[in-house]
């Protein structure tokens, strides 16, 4: 590998102790040399969309500091619960918000991968389905495989929230070798948001 790559990891739920907060931890662990995986951390303080927060099109400061962070990585990688077969509310307020200002959003050609974690049996399936149609819509650069749907999670994961589960994490290397060349090779065609003016100058 010829290039560092810099990942921002995303937790789509608020919750103390997510499985899915989790699932970004081991990610970051399982990380080789060469790639670092930073996680966005509590990202609460978002407010709910309004358009009449926007200051001369700026979302609110809150919200330009995630964008920034957006901006300043590689790669994207979102990891999400699933709340009543799609994703949930808070997280699609987040992905709202960072859509601003349109069409030259920090998300546009963005790489981004996704996983997710669920105490069911479907593995977040539903709920990823949902995430990839918005974040198509967004100009992102979406990896489609492989897929990382991790269900029955409560047996997974420890009491702390600690992944224990060798063959996921097994997972999440090949997930992040794949994520790693598809970034690369998105920068590598000269698709790199960050070489634009400045999102927010």
Request: hydrophobic share 40%; glycine share 10%; charged share 20%.
């Amino acid at each position: 590998m010829t290039r560092n790559v810099r990942i921002l990891g995303i937790c789509g739920s608020l919750r103390a102790g997510s499985y899915n907060h989790g699932l970004l931890s081991a990610l970051a662990e399982e990380a080789p040399a060469g790639v670092t995986v930073d996680l966005l951390g509590d990202w609460s303080g978002a407010p709910n969309l309004n358009v009449d927060l926007l200051d001369a099109g700026r979302p609110p400061a809150v919200v330009q500091e995630i964008a920034e962070r957006v901006r300043a990585a590689d790669g994207l990688v979102i990891a999400s619960p699933e709340y009543c077969n799609s994703i949930p509310g808070a997280l699609k307020n987040l992905l709202d918000w960072l859509s601003f200002p349109p069409p030259r959003s920090c998300l546009r050609f963005k790489p981004v991968g996704l996983v997710g974690a669920s105490i069911g049996t479907g593995g977040t399936a539903r709920g990823q389905t949902a995430l990839r149609n918005s974040l198509l819509f967004f100009d992102t650069m979406l990896m489609g495989r492989p897929e990382v749907l991790v269900a029955s999670s409560a047996v997974k994961f420890d009491e702390q929230g600690n992944l224990k589960d060798e063959e996921v994490r097994a997972l999440l290397r090949r997930f992040l070798a794949d994520f790693t060349e598809f970034t690369s090779s998105t920068l590598d065609r000269g698709l790199d948001p960050r070489d634009r003016e400045f999102l927010f100058s």
